[in-house]
């Protein structure tokens, strides 16, 4: 009904427009006011007919004046292509970047897990207050399976790289070990075979990639028989190719790869008795209907301190129970960068509606004698507007089809970029939400850029602009000023990507810093896993780490190798100091290392010495932050720490500090450099597993089959986990960081770009209306480089009020960017004004090329241009 209305209301307008200008034309013709009035109506006829009969045939004459209006925009565009392309492209850019960045939105954030009732299932977790960290569950996972009565199904798994041999092969593979229930929990379904179940002790199943890999696809690989560490399981069955179990990450100091949780090559199953803490590190569980995750958590936090009580765990201020949901749980922390680059990437669509909107009215600008004319034949102001936004319209449309194919092709680029950089991120592709999307943003972007023409079109004088003829209409100098408007929101919205973007830049900088005598470039890191029941008495353990060591470093062109294995993370006491227990407590790395490791990694020595592989008594090594930390600026030399004995806790035994090293990130470069113990690895009672540093006089790369041969050659059953040159591990710990530059550096060059191109055609345009002006002042006297100067600086007014305005704006949004950025403020000084240096040189180039142009116009032929 209000539609009808405004309908109605549109046309009782434009009846009477209509007599108003025939009533102007009476009185020009030399009649009397009230007589032109009245022959103005006699002529038009009997308005009330007329308003019915147009009633009558209003939606049908409707829908025909709107496709006439899109095939005429249509052809209008096919006789300007330059400008059509300009607006598509513009409008492609736009769109396409913010559908791709939504379609790794609504694959990590919206698109739910491919699990039956997946909205219910939650990840159940202990934590520790004091040391803010999680902790192993396996203690308490069978009393809280049967005492908690929020879920209808609890499962337990653990997963890692384990040596699965056949009588072919050995070698690592990620298996995940899970108890009873995870099948129903996960609905997954196998090609081939069936699924074990509580019965089947001795059973693994195996997906596809690795039915594939290691078995040819046999179809007889049912029933085969395998060895997984020495143990002997019967394949039963082989999963579908599309079933993948996001597994989130596993307890912190594991060791595990950051790619653990996208491909499981096998799962075993694991028959957990009371009391038995092997092979349980995570749980997940489904919550019964009706049942919130607050009422969850309640319910786990009261049974979680006696539990832990009757099973002698730690005291209650230490555990807490944690009921989380598991996607929340896989997606971390990317939720809020995600939020934040489709935020980022609506800034690159809206400077693309601002740079669409000002080639719209500087059209409109030279059309308006057209526009003119067709009001003077009896179109009205409503029709001629429709007009514009049908053409508008068939802009849009193909712009945002356009956009859409861009996205489709940026979305294996962005998964070639980073693979690895946000969960769930292979899962991206064009679906009908992303489909959904795209047509919403390109609906909402031609409704953004085609409603600034029509408001100056609405607001003109239409038959002002035939009496002015040819020359420049106050509708035009309007539509400058609107124009130049619209680049100052161009330019603020540029600068506040730019300057987020500078600020990463700065901070990727600083991560990739290495100090002197860290050459990561010319080391090999070679993951090494003891496997077996040959190597599960420490001797045994002990003497292949000596042989591979030795073997390493006889391969030529190796200059040194050494072992390191972080084995706990945990509190660090003085000898003699009460230990407080508090979440402010010190806590630092223990690491067990050989002789050869401050060699191979670059470690500098800042006082005292290093360790030897036979050392007696019990030396330390200790890193800067940890001095810093216990013994502020006194020599650590000669002082003892409580140092684990065993490697697990509470076993500690005092230890001398023989010498410090400089801190070193050689594990995540986003990370400051946190206290480290080092120990020798030989009087470690722990040593499952190392990652041997090797350091190379050449290319690491080519070392990497001889270094593999001595690794096989140590022992043929236990051949590298991995080898990768640290430089590539160090590039994986940053791989989100990476991730986010890229995006938000895209976003900030193509704002840039589009930036530039507006404030060129402002200036160009305004430099033809004011070709006479220009003229006249060349005429009286006036020098090129005064005409250049006044150009530029006219246009830079703006220009420079916009560039102060998003260096304002940036100085408030850049401190939601706190968490991506690393030993760099979010206000830093030095970016802002390199930010803004930037854009006033880009400004000033983009205004300098017209300006030239201007300034060579020859006097007389500017006299005559209008």
Same mark, same amino acid.
């Given at each position: ?57 209003? =939606? ?32 492609? !850019? ?25 909205? =219910? ?155 038995? %803490? ?94 003119? %004319?067709?009001?003077? %034949?009896?179109?009205?102001?409503? =029709? ?166 030795? =073997? ?79 013994? $502020? ?55 499952? $597993? ?54 938000? $550096? ?56 916009? %560039? ?7 100085? $408030? ?49 500017? !006299?005559?241009?209008?």
């Amino acid at each position: 009904m209000n539609r009808r209305r405004r309908a109605l209301e549109g046309l009782d307008e434009d009846i009477q427009e209509h007599i108003e200008r025939e009533t102007q034309e009476n009185i020009e013709r030399g009649m009397a006011p009230a007589e032109a009035r009245a022959a103005a109506r006699r002529r038009f006829g009997n308005v009330a007919r007329t308003m019915e009969d147009t009633r009558a045939v209003w =939606r049908p004459v409707w829908l025909e004046q709107f496709l006439q209006d899109v095939r005429f925009g249509l052809r209008m565009l096919r006789r300007s292509p330059p400008f059509a392309l300009a607006v598509i492209l513009t409008l492609a !850019l736009g769109i396409g970047l913010n559908t791709a960045v939504f379609s790794v939105v609504s694959a990590v954030l919206i698109r739910p897990l491919p699990y039956p009732d997946a909205k =219910r299932l939650v990840w159940v977790a202990q934590y520790n207050p004091v040391v803010k960290a999680e902790m192993n569950p396996a203690a308490d996972y069978l009393d809280w399976k049967a005492q908690a009565k929020s879920f209808d199904e609890m499962v337990a798994y653990s997963y890692g790289e384990e040596t699965l041999a056949t009588p072919e092969s050995a070698g690592p593979e990620r298996i995940a070990v899970v108890t009873d229930g995870f099948w129903r929990l996960s609905g997954a379904r196998t090609s081939l075979g069936q699924l074990f179940t509580a019965v089947d002790r001795d059973a693994l199943v195996i997906s596809d990639s690795l039915f594939e890999r290691r078995f040819g696809r046999d179809p007889h690989i049912v029933g085969r028989t395998v060895t997984l560490e020495g143990r002997p399981l019967t394949i039963t069955g082989v999963l579908r190719p599309e079933f993948r179990f996001e597994l989130p990450q596993s307890l912190p100091g594991m060791g595990r790869r950051g790619d653990d949780l996208r491909d499981i090559d096998g799962y075993a199953f694991n028959p957990i008795a009371p009391g038995d %803490i092997r092979a349980i590190e995570l749980v997940v569980a489904r919550l019964k209907p009706g049942v919130s995750i607050e009422s969850a958590t309640a319910e786990m936090e009261s049974l979680e301190p006696r539990i832990a009580q009757q099973n002698s765990g730690p005291p209650p201020e230490f555990v807490k129970a944690r009921v989380i949901p598991l996607h929340e749980k896989l997606v971390g922390d990317a939720r809020s960068t995600l939020l934040m680059l489709l935020a980022a990437v609506g800034f690159v669509l809206l400077i693309a509606c601002a740079n669409i909107a000002s080639l719209l009215l500087a059209r409109a600008a030279s059309r308006r004698k057209e526009i003119a %004319i067709r009001a003077a %034949i009896g179109a009205g102001r409503a =029709r001629v507007i429709r007009q514009f936004l049908g053409e508008n319209l068939a802009l849009g449309v193909l712009g945002g089809a356009a956009g859409l194919v861009l996205a489709r092709l940026a979305i294996p680029v962005l998964m070639q970029v980073a693979p690895l950089a946000v969960p769930r991120l292979g899962e991206t592709n064009v679906d009908w939400r992303v489909i959904l999307f795209a047509v919403a943003a390109t609906l909402a972007a031609g409704s953004l850029f085609g409603f600034m023409p029509a408001v100056s079109l609405w607001q003109s004088r239409l038959f002002e602009n035939l009496k002015q003829g040819g020359k420049t209409s106050a509708a035009g100098s309007a539509g400058l000023a609107f124009r130049r408007i619209l680049v100052g929101v161009e330019m603020a919205l540029a600068i506040i990507l730019l300057t987020g973007a500078g600020l990463l830049l700065k901070s990727f900088w600083r991560i990739n810093a290495h100090p002197p005598g860290f050459d990561p470039a010319h080391t090999l890191v070679v993951r090494t896993m003891l496997t077996g029941p040959r190597n599960r008495a420490l001797v045994q353990q002990q003497l292949y780490f000596q042989e591979l060591l030795r =073997r390493i470093q006889s391969v030529p062109g190796v200059v040194a190798a050494g072992a390191i294995q972080t084995v706990i993370r945990g509190p660090i006491q003085r000898e003699g100091e009460k230990l407080v227990l508090s979440p402010q407590m010190a806590m630092g790395a223990y690491d067990i290392v050989s002789a050869g490791i401050g060699r191979a990694l670059g470690l500098r020595l800042v006082k005292g010495r290093w360790l030897t592989d036979h050392e007696s008594g019990r030396p330390i090594v200790i890193n800067e932050s940890l001095a810093r930390l216990k013994f $502020g600026g006194a020599n650590p030399v000669g002082q003892r720490l409580l140092v684990p004995d065993t490697g697990l806790p509470p076993e500690v035994a005092a230890a001398t500090v023989v010498g410090v090293v400089a801190d070193l990130r050689y594990t995540r470069l986003d990370m400051d450099a946190e206290p480290e113990v080092y120990f020798p690895y030989l009087q470690s009672k722990v040593l499952f $597993g190392a990652n041997i540093m090797v350091r190379t006089a050449g290319d690491a790369t080519r070392l990497a089959p001889a270094i593999r041969a001595a690794v096989i050659g140590t022992d043929p059953t236990q051949p590298p986990a991995e080898m990768k040159t640290l430089e590539t591990s160090l590039a994986e710990s940053t791989v989100s960081r990476r991730f986010n530059l890229f995006l938000l $550096g895209t976003f900030a060059a193509a704002a840039l770009l589009l930036a530039l191109v507006a404030i060129y055609g402002v200036v160009a345009f305004s430099v033809v209306q004011r070709t006479h002006e220009i003229g006249v002042r060349s005429a009286l006297g006036a020098q090129r480089r005064e005409i250049v100067s006044m150009v530029v600086w006219q246009g830079m007014g703006i220009v420079l009020a916009g %560039i102060a305005a998003g260096l304002l704006a940036a100085f $408030g949004l850049t401190r939601l960017m706190t968490s991506l950025l690393f030993e760099v403020r979010p206000t830093d000084p030095a970016t802002f004004g390199a930010v803004g240096v930037l854009l006033t040189a880009v400004a000033l180039a983009a205004s300098w090329i017209p300006a030239r142009k201007a300034a060579r116009v020859d006097p007389l032929i500017a !006299l005559r241009y209008e």
